[in-house]
């Protein structure tokens, strides 16, 4: 049997633990402001959270933009690092942009995680960039 679940959260108590992860990971560890963090697309995004041997391990959001998806907020918290489930997020996020028909997936990317996101089928494009005071580069995938 599989550690590892990704679902759409849809309850409230759902989005509330996947905002929970990103407090932790995102505020707390890299220290991003609670305004830049939550922001105004949040009531419009489509929530994801993972799960490992039923405890909340990560997440993500996802917005349709035209033929795009805008993958954003990917998490895992740091006691679940490295056993596969950032892939399984990603994974599920491509699969669920491909069966809204989304041609294109593409996301802000943290430069330490360019070379996971590669192994996971993504490409670099353009310039680095600083969001959040953070390194990002745009990443992308055609679907």
Known sequence: MDK???????????????YGVRELVFMEEQGVSREEEMDEFDGAATH?????DDEVAGCARIRFLG?????????VLLRFRK?????????FLVAYS???GATEAVMHAQIYANDFYVKCGFKP???EFMEA?????EMYMEL
């Open 83 to 91: 056993k596969g489930i950032g892939k399984k997020i990603v994974d």
């Open 67 to 75: 033929n795009k998806s805008k993958l954003e907020r990917i998490a």
């Open 133 to 137: 005071n953070i390194r990002h580069v």
């Open 4 to 18: 590892i679940t990704v679902k759409i959260a849809k309850t409230p108590l759902d989005i509330k633990k996947a």
């Open 48 to 52: 994801i959270i993972a799960y490992y």
């Open 125 to 127: 494009r353009g310039e």
């Open 98 to 100: 491909k069966e809204k």
